[in-house]
């Protein structure tokens, strides 16, 4: 699943084309993706004027002047692609075959947005003006807005008996984190994913949550992380996976300086966690 780098990655990659735009033309071509569309998404959608684009947690929300959002999910393998004459330099990768071309918007500039998903294990959903979603009412802070704090993370973590990966990957905790960047924030932090939340002192959580913030600022600069599917809204692959420290490096050497570790890897609830044995306690 793409994690919040790759989603923001394509909400930047979206926001020229459609915020301020008026949607002319919207089109469902099945009835269903993980879960059904909303019937009335194509009447909602059309001559709706785009106000703004968002993203929470790993959600994009296509704001609708006066008509709520669109709510979409990539999940294993939607795209967004973006095509039209408007946007010459825009070549849709042959590899995205047209017969997976779901939902598609034609903007009043002649650009048509297209979520492509051939697994189908995406979703698009409608959110009535000044409504919460139900997938995001339970969500935690983002990690990089002011509300995320050490503080925060002090007080979730408080009476768990959790393994640390495992609660900075509950959405209830912090919002958008996903298994590549906690691996990644967690060697940073010198922090075993192991360690339960309760041993986790109070002088560790400002650079834990430093380092998380570093790692999706720097992810987010690199276009996200293109292991399999991911791509940028131009097309573009990501180009973080280049930068990892742990994540998928097992046997590999611990680039942290002076440490003579290999990374390894174990299973933490059937997720595999990348970790340095020697430098992360």
């Given amino acids: 699943?793409?994690?919040?780098?790759?989603?923001?990655?394509?909400?930047?990659?979206?926001?020229?084309?459609?915020?301020?735009?008026?949607i002319a033309r919207a089109e469902a071509r099945r009835p269903d993706l993980r879960w059904p569309l909303p019937p009335d998404?194509?009447?909602?959608?059309?001559?709706?004027?785009v106000t703004g684009l968002r993203r929470r947690s790993k959600y994009i929300l296509i704001d609708l002047e006066n008509r709520g959002s669109i709510l979409l999910h990539l999940g294993m393998s939607?795209?967004?692609?973006?095509?039209?004459?408007?946007?010459?330099d825009f070549h849709r990768d042959p590899a995205i075959l047209p017969r997976h071309d779901h939902v598609v918007f034609w903007t009043d500039q002649g650009t048509q947005i297209t979520?492509?998903?051939?697994?189908?294990?995406?979703?698009?959903?409608?959110?009535?003006?000044?409504?919460?979603?139900?997938l995001l009412g339970h969500l935690g802070p983002e990690p990089l807005s002011d509300d995320f704090t050490p503080a925060v993370l002090e007080r979730a973590f408080a009476g768990r008996r959790t393994p640390?990966?495992?609660?900075?990957l509950d959405q209830r905790i912090v919002a958008g984190l996903g298994n590549i960047y906690v691996s990644e924030a967690l060697h940073r932090a010198g922090i075993d994913p192991r360690r339960l939340t309760g041993a986790v002192t109070t002088a560790?959580?400002?650079?834990?949550v430093g380092?998380?913030?570093?790692?999706?600022?720097?992810?987010?600069?690199?276009?996200?992380?293109?292991?399999?599917?991911?791509?940028?809204?131009?097309?573009e692959l990501g180009y973080f996976q280049h930068a990892?420290?742990?994540?998928?490096?097992?046997?590999?050497?611990?680039?942290?300086?002076?440490?003579?570790?290999?990374?390894?890897r174990i299973v933490q609830s059937g997720r595999s966690s990348y970790f340095c044995p020697e430098c992360q306690a």
């Fill in 1 to 22: 699943m793409p994690e919040l780098p790759e989603v923001e990655t394509v909400r930047r990659g979206l926001l020229p084309h459609l915020e301020g735009r008026t």
């Fill in 41 to 49: 998404l194509v009447q909602v959608a059309t001559g709706a004027r």
């Fill in 78 to 88: 939607g795209r967004m692609v973006i095509e039209g004459e408007s946007q010459g």
């Fill in 115 to 134: 979520f492509n998903d051939a697994r189908r294990f995406g979703m698009v959903d409608l959110v009535a003006p000044d409504a919460t979603h139900p």
């Fill in 164 to 168: 640390i990966k495992s609660a900075l």
């Fill in 204 to 208: 560790e959580l400002p650079p834990l």
């Fill in 211 to 235: 380092h998380i913030r570093d790692v999706l600022a720097e992810a987010i600069a690199a276009g996200g992380s293109s292991l399999r599917d991911h791509r940028q809204a131009t097309g």
């Fill in 244 to 264: 990892f420290r742990v994540y998928d490096r097992e046997g590999q050497p611990c680039p942290t300086p002076g440490c003579s570790g290999t990374i390894g």
